[in-house]
């Protein structure tokens, strides 16, 4: 690892002030993907903001009946709150899905949303990696790739994004509240927040340098059958193959986005005018236009029978 600089933020606004001030910053929070990104030598930051300090660990009601949540919110605390449990279930589901009960005890919120996409060519340094290195090349084309992303990829990435939360986040129309250097405050619909590759895999989120999360916020709850299910090579601590986080209604309309399928959690509004008609017709919305390799071409009808599982199970 190498060596850095360490402060600890005050506020918000200091805290975006601070990593404005140093152009190489990285905040700081549970540390469980940057800190291992460090030890690898793939991330470098040569100062490290800790932002524990800032109070931004509440869940709070808010008047319009929606949920804001906090950026330090650890992943435990928020699938245990009783309000996400109650009126928010397949977010809940997607948070217990994700890591191992020991990661998800130090994960927060906004650094959850914030993990990179990445693959294995990601973490080897001795591969070129276009979001390790821009310009450099793509290891994952034409090498091992059948956890790659099959739909929303480029010719310069095809990782996907390691998220479960993100995944149910995505189904709620949450949005992310930050606050930037100069002391202003903005929102970024999730549906926005995530980027996907094109010719920049490297910048893979609309946050802008120094930019902090501060909270996410729910909107008001659609009530319906929440479900989230994760298909992976093993039981536990793997990401998606493919997963599906839906909000189904008892006259079957509803909404769906897929993980572990896309650089980015993967929702097309007009796959959920399908949901009435099954899985197919939905699966042919959200793929439409899906490059899969040889190697990863099981997903598209992997994700098909997951999410009809999914549709039968809300029915029944």
């Known amino acids: 690892m190498k060596s850095f600089t360490y402060e600890r933020a005050n506020s918000p606004a200091d805290a975006a002030a601070a990593a404005a001030r140093h152009a190489d910053a990285k905040f700081i929070a549970g540390g469980t993907n ?34 804001k949540i906090g950026a330090l919110v650890r992943n435990t605390d928020l699938a245990a709150d009783k309000r996400v449990r109650r009126d928010y279930g397949v977010l809940s589901r997607a948070l217990l899905a994700g890591a191992s009960g020991q990661l ?6 906004a650094g959850n949303l914030l993990q990179r996409t990445r693959c294995p060519y990601f973490y080897d ?9 821009p310009g450099s090349g793509c290891a994952a084309i034409g090498g091992f790739n059948r956890q790659h992303a099959v739909v929303g990829a480029s010719e310069a990435c095809i990782a996907t994004h390691p998220s479960d939360m993100a995944v149910a986040m995505r189904t709620l129309d949450a949005v992310v509240e930050t606050v930037r250097p100069d002391g202003a405050t903005r929102t970024i619909p999730i549906a926005e927040f995530h980027h ?38 093993r039981a536990s601590y793997a990401f998606a193959l493919v997963s599906v986080a839906a909000i189904v209604q008892r006259d079957g309309t509803g909404r769906v986005a897929l ?43 992997l994700a098909e029978r997951t999410l009809g599982a999914v549709l039968t199970e809300a029915k029944g």
Not at 41 to 52: K, M, Q, R, Y
Not at 218 to 224: A, E
Not at 274 to 293: D, E, H, M, S, Y
Request: hydrophobic share 40%.
């Open 34 to 67: 940057l800190l291992d990104l460090m030890k690898l030598e793939i991330e470098t930051p040569a100062h490290l903001i800790d932002v524990n300090g800032l109070a931004l660990d509440k869940i709070e009601s808010m008047p319009d009946g929606g949920l």
């Open 125 to 133: 340094t001795n591969q070129p990696c276009n979001k390790r290195r």
């Open 196 to 233: 996907l590759p094109g010719n920049t895999p490297h910048v893979e989120t609309a946050l802008s340098q120094g930019e902090l999360i501060t909270a996410v916020t729910l909107p008001k709850p659609i009530g319906g059958t929440h479900i989230y299910r994760k298909v992976r090579d």
């Open 104 to 109: 998800r005890n130090m994960a927060t919120t």
């Open 259 to 301: 993980g572990g399928v896309a650089h980015k959690p993967w929702r097309i509004e007009s796959a959920d005018a399908q949901l009435p008609r099954g899985a197919k017709a939905v699966a042919a919305q959200l793929f439409a236009g899906a490059k899969p390799t040889r190697q990863n071409a099981f997903k598209l009808s």
